[in-house]
């Protein structure tokens, strides 16, 4: 007889929010073989994963055994002093723990520990059946699920997500007997709402996948968005044109769905003067459709809806899709036209009547703060300070525009078009989009290097102000997106290679602003921006203790700190490094108990011990070795010729004693230490790899 089953839970719902439903169907799944592995019960989940449509969250295990192992419990009792009085009869404690444990006293065994001996019960009792656990698990799991707002329904005292209308529970043929949300478990489900109307019968969980797929319901998510994917490509090929698959829209879509079906469309063409990125957008994020892009990857009259249904007429379907779309774009159209009516200089002159913030001004005030710090980055990277200027001048205007005020996603990309309509030169039109890269975790730096100077303006601005009006973020709470900020400029001047000084541009920043909070410093807000960097790194797989050691000695040129960030990798692969981290390490500690001042030059006269003279000498020899690798900045060179200095390091360590009573003899020999030290410390504190 097996002593395995497969297991199938299956709770059907009104349809479940669309962007919580991965979720919720993850907090599922994990909650049921929570609750299993708590009750000790053993399952295989060999290819399982959680199972889920708008409709249902369910969970299919292969293989569930069907009870608890054996129960052992071990209780102690009372120590034999305590239990027993001095006739060996039984006290209270003892008696009233037999009670408890209700047994006779004289069946209790002993056991001993580090107090001496003590009684103790121990019993052996059956594992309970699966089935009769299954409903406390199921309830357990449910109660854990993130639902901040349950629903309720009917006059009920309990919530959901959403209303429950059935519920499976089989483990192998059987049903199991449960009862949830007022609904008796059965093995009865439900198709499709609008193509199978009949309930769907599972004799086995291994029915499940199959049988709702006859009902026209996918409810694996990953087949139903390869489903999606492959149906959206064909369609868009069959267009002669390349399907525009957001990840996020295809999640949405594939909570959306139970049968996706693509339905192909179209616009008119004269919608296409209007900034595409307008038009991609209300297809998205407003009706969850996949625009078509032509061969060069401009956006054509086609785009595609997925439909949760194989109507038949189909015509319909594209109907309504395109009918719902035609007043969005209708209205992206006439903003568009009334704003190139408007002008730029137009909108420009609006922003002194925009509050920025309390107390760092309007809109405008911002502008000219910017374009102050742009001309004077421009000016140090070789871009032209009266174009860098120009562009930022014009950088804002579009927060004044129709089209921005509708489509907020298009700040900076509105400003592009208006900045071409007007025959701005196109480097300052792009530079006016770009100022706004990278607009998200994993968004590419802006590429061109105006650009790229407008983006280190901006965020020079925001974080100097943020921290000059007391805005610094605590917590969670970041109203001005310092942290993106702060990242986006550190990624920007170390992708785009401007070895320009972070300090330098921050206390420029600091000084146009007009709040000014005292407690705040320009070393307040570079430190800042290194705390971002310690995770961009860090995603890179960049180890703790190397940004460590670079930080401590690195503080303003980016690329400069990357440069030395890679060479720290590689010295620490080499076979010295280890040996060599734990003596500047040591040395760096001796140097701190030395009271006064260490003696700047070393006397090879003083030295007394081979070891130290032999040490002095490839001292000198690697300082001279690597003055001009350092100039040049070459630091893995550098770091690979002081980490030839091991041997001397170790044999002077072995032979050589530091602090001896000859005074001149001790400080000459702390002199060859800070000397060494101050070397291997030129790239980075080496002394943080060493544990």
């Known amino acids: 007889m097996s002593t395995t089953s497969p297991l199938l839970i299956e709770l ?60 052992k419990s071990e209780v102690l009792g009372p120590y034999l002093n305590i239990a027993l009085d001095a006739d060996g009869h039984p006290t209270k404690a003892l008696q009233g723990f037999a009670a408890k444990a209700g047994i006779d006293w004289t069946t209790l065994e002993k056991t001993t520990d580090n107090k001496g001996e003590r009684f103790v019960h121990r019993s052996v009792k059956p594992g309970a059946s699966t089935a009769a656990l299954l409903p406390d698990i199921l309830r357990d799991a449910i109660s854990a699920m993130p639902i901040p707002k349950p629903m309720r329904w009917g006059d009920h005292d309990y919530g959901f997500a959403r209303p429950v209308h059935w519920l499976v529970m089989l483990l192998g043929k059987d049903v ?69 698959i957001d990840d996020g829209i295809l999640e949405e879509v594939n909570g959306l769905t139970e049968w996706p079906k693509a339905v192909a469309c179209s616009f008119e063409r004269e919608f296409l003067a209007v900034p595409q990125e307008a038009l991609i957008a209300t297809m998205e994020a407003n009706q969850k459709f996949f ?37 969005r774009f209708a209205d992206a159209k006439f903003f568009f036209v009334e704003d190139m009516k408007q002008g730029l200089a137009s909108m420009n002159d609006g922003l002194a009547t925009v509050k920025y913030q309390d107390k760092l001004g309007s809109i405008a005030d911002k502008v000219a703060r910017v374009a102050a710090l742009a001309e004077a980055v421009a000016a140090q990277v070789g871009v032209d300070p009266a174009t860098a200027r120009r562009a930022a001048e014009l950088s804002k205007a579009d927060l004044q525009s129709r089209l921005v005020g509708e489509f907020p996603e298009l700040q900076g990309i509105a400003g592009r078009y208006y900045a071409a309509v007007e025959n701005e030169p196109l480097d300052i039109a792009h530079a006016i989009d770009e100022a706004y890269m990278p607009r998200f975790a994993g968004d590419a730096i802006a590429p061109s290097k105006l650009g790229q100077v407008l983006a280190i303006a901006e965020r020079l601005d925001t974080l100097a102000g943020g921290f000059a009006a007391g805005l610094k973020p605590t917590g969670n709470k970041d109203p001005f997106a310092l942290r ?74 980016l690329p400069d700190f990357d440069r ?7 010295f620490a692969k080499l076979p010295e490094a280890a040996a060599l981290a734990a003596a500047n390490k040591r040395i760096r500690n001796i140097l701190k108990k030395v009271e006064g001042d260490v003696p700047s030059n070393v006397d090879a006269a003083l030295f007394a011990e081979n070891a130290e003279r032999e040490l002095g000498e490839a001292v000198d020899g690697a300082i001279a070795d690597t003055d001009p690798l350092l100039e040049s900045r070459d630091y893995v060179t550098a770091l690979g010729r002081l980490a030839r200095l ?20 001790r400080n000459n020999r702390l002199a060859l230490l800070k000397r060494l030290s101050d070397r291997l410390g030129s790239v980075a504190a080496i002394e943080h790899l060493s544990i």
């Open 484 to 557: 993106r900020n702060a990242l986006g400029l550190a990624r920007t001047l170390l992708e785009g290679g401007h070895d320009l000084l972070l300090h330098g541009l921050i206390e420029r920043a600091l000084e146009l602003q007009p709040a000014k909070h005292a407690e705040i410093g320009s070393y307040d807000i570079t430190q800042f921006v290194y705390d971002r960097l310690r995770g961009y790194y860090a995603d890179r797989g960049v180890a703790s203790m190397q940004f460590d050691a670079v930080e401590n000695v690195a503080h303003d040129s």
């Open 291 to 327: 625009p078509v892009l032509d061969a060069e990857g401009k956006l054509s009259e086609h785009f595609i809806g997925i439909a949760n249904i194989e109507s038949k007429d189909e015509s319909e379907v594209r109907k309504g899709y395109e009918r719902v779309i035609r007043p």
């Open 646 to 665: 091991r041997p001397q390091v170790d044999a002077f360590f072995d032979g050589v004693m530091v602090n001896v009573d000859d005074a001149a003899v």
């Open 564 to 570: 030395r960030l890679n060479a720290i990798a590689e």
């Open 12 to 71: 059907g719902t009104e349809e479940l929010p669309v962007k919580a439903l991965p979720a919720l169907a993850q907090a599922f799944f994990d909650g049921i073989l929570d609750g299993l592995a708590k009750r000790g019960v053993a399952f295989d989940r060999d290819g399982a994963k959680p199972l889920y449509t708008p409709r249902r969250l369910a969970v299919r295990l292969p293989a569930v055994a069907l009870e608890q192992p054996e129960q």
């Open 176 to 244: 199991v007997d449960a009862e949830l949300f007022g609904t008796r478990a059965d093995r009865m489900s439900r198709g499709h709402r609008f193509m199978h109307d009949k309930p769907v019968w599972f004799s086995t969980p291994d029915d499940y996948v199959e049988s709702l797929r006859g009902a026209k319901v996918l409810v694996d998510p990953d087949e139903r968005r390869e489903r999606i994917v492959l149906e959206v490509t064909d369609t868009a090929r069959a267009a002669g044109g390349v399907a525009r």
